[in-house]
């Protein structure tokens, strides 16, 4: 094709795509039947990793659930029952360990089958600024929420791809996407879950596999419990999530193969303005934003509490 049909081309289908864009707005599309499929989550035994799994579980799903936290899983299971799971399965997985996922995943293989649905959502946070973290908290950090990723899929895609069906959801954040004054590794290794989980969607696309789905999944701060203490300037505009909110739009999301969602919106127009605007208009919006100084908060508040790692 030449120039000018391949430019004509991709304007007329830009207009066509945000016109489907405009009407989405008013009339969701529509939600895809989950009911049977294998959902694992990792993180499984509390917050928004606990919250999605019970809403899998009403849909009538194969439930399996990873967390280092024995007690947690145990309960994420029960309320999991409850809720009409089919069938729900827990293992202890250290999800930072490569050797370790691999070997838990060949068991969940061989005792539940193949996972149709992968949710990366295990996370952890130093709760450190970049210098006064110990390298091994910084390397803890990029092996759970950023190389887990690559374990798992290079553990389920396979069967995936060999169906041409799955879908594969990455618990990213806002801070994947926007760097965060005193958060340097979490930023990191958030930016690399979402680079990593865009390319591998696209080198699916490309490979016509268009039966493997992707989520990237990146919320500001959520109230579980994970930043406490961290405040927003400016509640209206950025909220501090509700973990109910956000897990009906990840649901929302999943269920009709959106690939990127953001939390709130207002992010939409911030990494859009990150990236468009000049270095100095950049740093007086988030100052204005308050992005340059709600974690400081946080890192008064983590003084007072009982160390997490
Ligand atoms: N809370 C927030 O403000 C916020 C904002 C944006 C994104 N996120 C992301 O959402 C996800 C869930 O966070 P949450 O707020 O529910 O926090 P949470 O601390 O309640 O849940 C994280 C879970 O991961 C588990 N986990 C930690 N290390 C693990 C490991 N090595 N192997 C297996 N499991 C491990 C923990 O035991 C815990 O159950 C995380 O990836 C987090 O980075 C959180």
């Given at each position: 094709m030449n120039f000018f049909l391949e430019t004509l081309q991709v304007l007329i289908l830009s207009l066509w795509y945000n016109i489907e864009a405009f009407f989405r707005f008013f009339i969701p599309a529509k939600r895809k039947n989950v009911a049977g499929e294998v959902v694992l989550i990792t993180?499984?035994?509390?917050?928004i990793g606990r919250l999605m799994a019970l809403e899998f579980a009403g849909l009538g799903t194969v439930l399996v659930l990873w967390d280092i936290n024995q007690e947690g899983i145990k309960e994420t299971a029960r309320l999991a029952k409850e809720r009409g799971a089919i069938r729900v399965h827990y293992y202890l997985c250290d999800c930072s360990d490569k050797n370790e996922v691999y070997s838990v995943a060949d068991q969940v293989k061989r005792?539940?089958?193949?996972?149709?649905i992968l949710i990366n959502n295990a996370g952890i946070v130093t709760g450190k600024k970049f210098m006064d973290a110990p390298d091994s908290l910084v390397e803890k950090t990029m092996e759970v929420n950023t190389m887990a990723h690559f374990w798992t899929y290079k553990a389920f895609l396979p069967a995936m791809l060999a169906n041409n069906h799955g879908h594969l959801v990455s618990i990213a954040s806002t801070a994947g996407l926007v760097g965060v004054n005193g958060l340097a590794d979490y930023c990191a290794s958030k930016f690399g879950a979402v680079g990593f989980a865009e390319s591998v969607g696209l080198e699916l696309l490309a490979t016509g596999k268009d039966g493997v789905k992707t989520t990237i999944v990146c919320p500001y701060f959520?109230?579980?419990?994970?930043?406490?203490g961290c405040q927003t300037k400016w509640p209206t505009l950025l909220p501090i999530l509700e973990p109910d909110y956000v897990v009906r739009k990840i649901i929302q999301a999943i269920l009709t193969d959106q690939v990127f969602l953001l939390m709130p919106r207002s992010m939409y127009l911030i990494t859009a303005l990150r990236t468009t605007l000049n270095w100095k208009m950049t740093s007086l919006l988030g100052d204005y934003l308050g992005?340059?100084?709600?974690v400081d908060h946080y890192y008064k508040n983590l003084s007072l509490l009982p160390k997490r790692h």
């Amino acid at each position: 094709m030449n120039f000018f049909l391949e430019t004509l081309q991709v304007l007329i289908l830009s207009l066509w795509y945000n016109i489907e864009a405009f009407f989405r707005f008013f009339i969701p599309a529509k939600r895809k039947n989950v009911a049977g499929e294998v959902v694992l989550i990792t993180g499984a035994g509390s917050g928004i990793g606990r919250l999605m799994a019970l809403e899998f579980a009403g849909l009538g799903t194969v439930l399996v659930l990873w967390d280092i936290n024995q007690e947690g899983i145990k309960e994420t299971a029960r309320l999991a029952k409850e809720r009409g799971a089919i069938r729900v399965h827990y293992y202890l997985c250290d999800c930072s360990d490569k050797n370790e996922v691999y070997s838990v995943a060949d068991q969940v293989k061989r005792e539940v089958g193949d996972v149709s649905i992968l949710i990366n959502n295990a996370g952890i946070v130093t709760g450190k600024k970049f210098m006064d973290a110990p390298d091994s908290l910084v390397e803890k950090t990029m092996e759970v929420n950023t190389m887990a990723h690559f374990w798992t899929y290079k553990a389920f895609l396979p069967a995936m791809l060999a169906n041409n069906h799955g879908h594969l959801v990455s618990i990213a954040s806002t801070a994947g996407l926007v760097g965060v004054n005193g958060l340097a590794d979490y930023c990191a290794s958030k930016f690399g879950a979402v680079g990593f989980a865009e390319s591998v969607g696209l080198e699916l696309l490309a490979t016509g596999k268009d039966g493997v789905k992707t989520t990237i999944v990146c919320p500001y701060f959520i109230n579980t419990g994970m930043f406490d203490g961290c405040q927003t300037k400016w509640p209206t505009l950025l909220p501090i999530l509700e973990p109910d909110y956000v897990v009906r739009k990840i649901i929302q999301a999943i269920l009709t193969d959106q690939v990127f969602l953001l939390m709130p919106r207002s992010m939409y127009l911030i990494t859009a303005l990150r990236t468009t605007l000049n270095w100095k208009m950049t740093s007086l919006l988030g100052d204005y934003l308050g992005l340059s100084d709600r974690v400081d908060h946080y890192y008064k508040n983590l003084s007072l509490l009982p160390k997490r790692h």
